[in-house]
C-alpha cells in the first residue's frame, strides 16, 4: 500500500473533512480549537474501527486514540505563497520511501514562515500522476523528530485557498501509516525540510515507554 499526496487513501479522504463538523454548535461559530478537536475526535473514531484504518486490526479494540500536543494557533501560518523553488536539488527527482522503494516526486516550490523572528522555509511537493489541483504535499522533520515524533517526519497536505496562498498549519500534521503497520509505503522526508527548532504541535508519538 503507498501513502502520499494524490493516492487518495485513508488519510487524504479523512483529513478532508474537519471543515464540515458545524452541527453540533449552531448557536456560535466553531472556534479555530474546537475545529481542530472535532476533526481530532473524527480521526480517532475512523482509525478505531474503519476497515480502512491503517491501525491493525488486532489492536483496533484497544485503541484509545492518537496522542497529539495541544492545539496552539501560533503554529498556523496563513496567506503563505508558493515561491519558485530555487535550490540547488533538481525540480524532479525519485523520493525514497519506507519500504525502500523511490517514488517520482516534483518539488512545486518553496513556502516561508516566520516564528520568533526567524524565516523558515519548506519545499511542498507534487507525485507525478497525482491531479493537478494546486494540491501540495509538504513533509518535514523538526528537533522532535526521532524522540517524540516519528523519525522519518510528518506530513501536511495543503489545498490552495481562493486567491491562491496556502494557510501552513503545523496543528493538521500527522504521521504517516507506516508508523502503524510497515506494510505502507511512505514517502521519506528529504534533508531539505528538516527545520532547527522543535514543533510542539499536531499528531506525536507516545508519551509512554
Keep these: 500500500m503507498t501513502e502520499g499526496h494524490g493516492d487518495h487513501d485513508h488519510d487524504h479522504d479523512h483529513d478532508h473533512d474537519h471543515d464540515e463538523h458545524h452541527h ?5 461559530p466553531m472556534s479555530y480549537e474546537e475545529a481542530v478537536e472535532s476533526f481530532r475526535a473524527d ?31 501560533d503554529w498556523r501560518f ?5 515561491e519558485p523553488y530555487a535550490g540547488d536539488e533538481p525540480s524532479n527527482f525519485q523520493i525514497p ?6 517514488r517520482p516526486a516534483h518539488r512545486a516550490g518553496v513556502l516561508r514562515f516566520e516564528r520568533d523572528g526567524e524565516r523558515h522555509g519548506l519545499t511542498a511537493y507534487t507525485f507525478d500522476g497525482g ?5 501540495l504535499f509538504v513533509p ?17 497536505d495543503l489545498e490552495p485557498e481562493d486567491d491562491g496562498t496556502y494557510s501552513l498549519d503545523f496543528n493538521l500534521a500527522y504521521h504517516p501509516s507506516c508508523v502503524y503497520d510497515p506494510k505502507y509505503s ?9 527545520l532547527p527548532m522543535r514543533i510542539e504541535a499536531g499528531e506525536r508519538l507516545s508519551a509512554e515507554p
Aim: include cysteine.
Design 24 to 28: 453540533h454548535h449552531e448557536h456560535r
Design 97 to 102: 520511501t519506507s519500504d525502500g522503494k523511490l
Design 78 to 82: 496563513d496567506d503563505v505563497k508558493l
Design 140 to 156: 518535514f522533520l523538526d528537533a522532535t523528530s526521532g524522540t517524540e515524533s516519528y523519525g522519518a517526519g510528518r506530513y501536511m
Design 131 to 135: 491531479v493537478d489541483d494546486g494540491s
Design 186 to 194: 511512505c514517502p521519506l522526508t528529504p534533508a531539505e525540510n528538516r
Design 43 to 73: 480521526k480517532d473514531a475512523f482509525f478505531g474501527s474503519n476497515p480502512g484504518s491503517p491501525v491493525p486490526e488486532a489492536e483496533r479494540p484497544s485503541f484509545t486514540g492518537l496522542p497529539y500536543y495541544a492545539v496552539d494557533p
